[in-house]
């Protein structure tokens, strides 16, 4: 600003005043929201600080095949969802990754947000606080609302669908739909503690090329990397006082000359680092130590495929070690058959079921897969639940 007011000894206004002015000046000079900056990591560490250790799982209830029937009216199960997160809360978790989809604000926006709050009195009972997924970019690329079609058999999450749908991205008219809802929704819980942070978008440049392999990933990629960084700054014109993030989840990350674009844009603009990992405990504690020299909090918000190497009982220890924040995809195998292998896109589980589940803690009736893994949880993070149904 030097110049602009280059002596205020000749401004007849009080330093009060002056500073009231300087405010409007560039709250007219300046677009909406500019004020709005990335956390300094220094204060993303002190939020951090005061966070216990994270600890959750990827949630949707046992009775939906996707974001849209855990969320639309006829098919939101707030008892399902108080049950099983009962189970988490046994476990010691204290947060879980869910996903919103932007149709849903799209349909009603005065009754999601009901659920969404419905759901976050269920979670603050049950001492679990949610981070938030807005936009997906794995899956089906055309969703649709309405009753969703019953899961595949054999095939690994068979009815997942990406937010904004193939059609939607295409189309920056409805960009501005997209932008209403992302404040609409993070608007609405801005102040709310029981909010724990925001995931803006889960890895945003996967083409789906085991299973929608007829949509061209290049293009795809080439759209979201334009528009994640308009949807940080949508979210920033909101002043949430919870973290901002969006996880990588492939590529080398030790340094920023040799991540993708998207990852640059990724870290760029998290407040909070997060990060997927699926790999053996040695490739876990590699990629966690290229990313502790950004100097920011970690949370992984994605890991444990059991078939894949990455198991409770290597990563979990290692996560609790370096205070890295551990959510595991899946919790209840349920509708979304994310027990099953990724390969069985290509050749489904019809007539054999796999020995080892790949992902999820639990059958639908409460039973753990393996009751040992109940055990580590407990073990790590304190709790003295003697039996993870009670929900106490």
């Not at 799982?57 to 974001?67: E, G, L, M, R």
């Not at 969320?71 to 969802?81: A, C, G």
């Not at 949370?299 to 551990?326: N, Q, W």
Request: net charge neutral; hydrophobic share 40%.
């Amino acid at each position: 600003m030097t110049g602009t007011f280059a002596d205020t000894r000749e401004v007849s206004l009080s330093k009060r005043g002056f500073l009231g002015v300087f405010v409007l000046l560039m709250m007219a000079i300046l677009p909406q929201g500019a004020f709005a900056q990335r956390w300094s990591a220094q204060k993303a560490n002190a939020w951090y600080a005061q966070q216990p250790w994270l600890v959750g799982a990827n949630y949707v209830p046992d009775d939906a095949i996707n974001q849209l029937e855990m969320w639309q009216s006829d098919t939101f199960d707030p008892k399902e969802i108080d049950k099983e997160l009962g189970w988490a809360q046994g476990l010691g978790m204290n947060t879980m990754r869910v996903f919103l989809h932007d149709l849903l604000w799209q349909q009603d926006p005065a009754g999601f947000k009901q659920r969404i709050d419905t759901f976050l009195t269920i979670a603050d009972r049950h001492h679990i606080r949610p981070i938030f997924v807005l936009f997906d970019s794995c899956w089906d690329p055309n969703p649709k609302l309405g009753p969703q079609h019953p899961p595949i058999p054999g095939v690994h999450n068979s009815g997942w669908v990406q937010s904004p749908g193939a059609k939607a991205l295409r189309d920056p008219a409805q960009y501005p739909r997209l932008k209403a809802y992302v404040q609409g929704v993070i608007g609405a819980y801005a102040n709310d503690r029981r909010v724990l942070a925001w995931d803006l978008w889960n890895e945003p440049d996967n083409g789906n090329d085991s299973s929608y392999a007829k949509n061209d990933p290049r293009s795809k990629t080439k759209l979201v990397l334009a528009l994640l960084p308009q949807v940080f700054a949508w979210a920033r014109e909101e002043h949430p006082t919870q973290p901002l993030t969006s996880g990588l989840w492939r590529g080398e990350w030790s340094s920023l000359e040799k991540m993708s674009p998207m990852s640059r844009v990724q870290i760029e603009n998290s407040d909070v680092i997060s990060f997927h990992n699926y790999d053996w405990p040695e490739g876990f504690e590699q990629h966690v130590k290229w990313l502790q020299q950004y100097g920011r909090p970690l949370i992984c918000t994605e890991y444990m495929a059991r078939g894949a190497g990455s198991t409770f009982d290597t990563i979990l220890p290692l996560a609790k070690k370096y205070h890295v924040g551990a959510i595991n995809w899946g919790f209840v195998a349920g509708k979304t058959q994310t027990y099953l292998p990724w390969d069985s896109w290509t050749r489904p589980y019809v007539l054999e079921k796999p020995t080892v589940w790949f992902h999820d803690i639990y059958h639908p009736d409460g039973t753990p897969y393996r009751e040992r893994e109940v055990e580590i949880f407990r073990e790590l993070t304190g709790q003295r639940v003697a039996t993870a149904g009670n929900g106490s």
